[in-house]
């Protein structure tokens, strides 16, 4: 299926498993208007964004992202990263943080968003710059299966 295109791969699953309009989950609609409407909907809905996938693109498991386009309609702020959790392919997940005058304090944890291709490229990135000590003034201490606490921060 992966040598397929998109077009037909989503005709294939729209067809195969069908969703009733009354179920938590569905198949994103698609949108064939002028890109400026379809973000001005977008917006007007308090959505995220858009993705944009060309219907010819062939579905090409750990390599970039290159055949769509990620549209952020919200408000984002940047974050430092301040650490890592290992992983197999250098990095699990990234430590953000912001700065609080000269103090880094500690955000958030993030796992999404990263295929194995850009997860070396980042973990290239920031591994000539690893410190001995956490960067953050603020350890968090989480619990569960996501948990951020001194232990984990190590």
Known sequence: ???????????????????????IASH???????????????????????????????YTPGEE?????????????DFIIGGFIPGTR????????HRDGERLLFVESVRNGFVPTTKAKVYEAISREMADECPFANLPEKK????MDREKME
């Open 1 to 23: 299926m992966m040598k397929r295109p998109l077009s037909y791969r989503r005709n294939l699953l729209e067809t195969k498993v069908p969703m009733p309009v009354t179920s």
């Open 144 to 147: 569960g299966p996501h948990r």
């Open 28 to 58: 994103a609609p698609v949108l064939a208007d002028a890109p400026e409407e379809i973000l001005q909907h977008v917006g007007q809905f308090g959505f995220e964004g858009v993705v944009a996938k060309r219907r010819d693109s062939i």
């Open 90 to 97: 250098g990095l699990d997940e990234i430590l953000v943080g």
């Open 65 to 77: 992202p290159g055949r769509s386009q990620k549209h952020k309609i919200q408000q984002t702020e």
